[in-house]
T-cell receptor, first 109, second 114 residues
Framework: GIQVEQSPPDLILQEGANSTLRCNFS?????LQWFHQNPWGQLINLFY???GTKQNGRLSATTVATERYSLLYISSSQTTDSGVYFC???????????FGTGTSLTVIP | DAGVIQSPRHEVTEMGQEVTLRCKPI?????LFWYRQTMMRGLELLIY????????DSGMPEDRFSAKMPNASFSTLKIQPSEPRDSAVYFC????????????FGQGTRLTVV
């Protein structure tokens, strides 16, 4: 399988601050997703973004498949953004998703 | 659609007992995945099915684990006998044409083996 690395592992933000989370993957992918795992453990779909840029409210994501990385931007962070953010990549050679180890985000008021 | 439905949400069992986790995928999805999440190993794929057929079970930790998908709307993951190290959150996910469309996860089953 492929290696998926996320950075930073931990992040503490003041409410209202912006942040960028990074996901690097070791091989070509045909599917990449970002998830938010909330404090109750639910995995919430944020973006399906094998390439290009998407925006959804205060969140946006960009994947540069040729350079094997994806970025998740969080603007004007809120306490409800706290949790763990995962990226998951599906390699061209397979059908299963490989998860990164996540970025744990804490937004303090 | 109600999304991927897993049951039970929580399960506490004694070591040596059989445990069965259940999953109902989103209607029309043709791929189903079972994942396990632990602090030590993160989210790891156990097995996945395509059109009810197991495709890759290389992630199943040992013979105590088995999974079935008797039809397109139901899958089970069974652990027999269970051990304390099996304690984890087990997620089921489904997708349609997994290589092209996004996967959706159930709420997970938190298993505790005492």
């Amino acid at each position: 399988g492929i290696q998926v690395e996320q950075s930073p592992p931990d992040l503490i933000l003041q409410e209202g601050a912006n942040s960028t989370l990074r996901c690097n993957f070791s091989d070509s992918v045909n599917n990449l997703q970002w998830f938010h795992q909330n404090p109750w453990g639910q995995l919430i779909n944020l973006f399906y973004i094998p390439s290009g840029t998407k925006q959804n409210g205060r969140l946006s994501a960009t994947t540069v498949a040729t350079e094997r990385y994806s970025l998740l931007y969080i603007s004007s962070s809120q306490t409800t953004d706290s949790g763990v953010y995962f990226c998951a990549a599906c390699p061209n050679t397979g059908n299963q998703f490989y998860f990164g180890t996540g970025t744990s985000l804490t937004v303090i008021p | 659609d109600a999304g991927v439905i897993q049951s039970p949400r929580h399960e506490v069992t004694e070591m040596g007992q059989e445990v069965t986790l259940r999953c109902k995928p989103i209607s029309g999805h043709d791929y189903l995945f079972w994942y396990r999440q632990t602090m030590m190993r993160g989210l790891e794929l156990l097995i996945y099915f395509n059109n009810n057929v197991p495709i890759d079970d290389s992630g199943m930790p040992e013979d105590r684990f088995s999974a079935k998908m008797p039809n397109a709307s139901f899958s089970t993951l069974k652990i027999q006998p269970s051990e304390p190290r099996d304690s984890a959150v087990y997620f089921c996910a489904s997708s349609f044409l997994a290589r092209q469309l996004e996967a959706f996860f159930g709420q997970g089953t938190r298993l505790t083996v005492v």
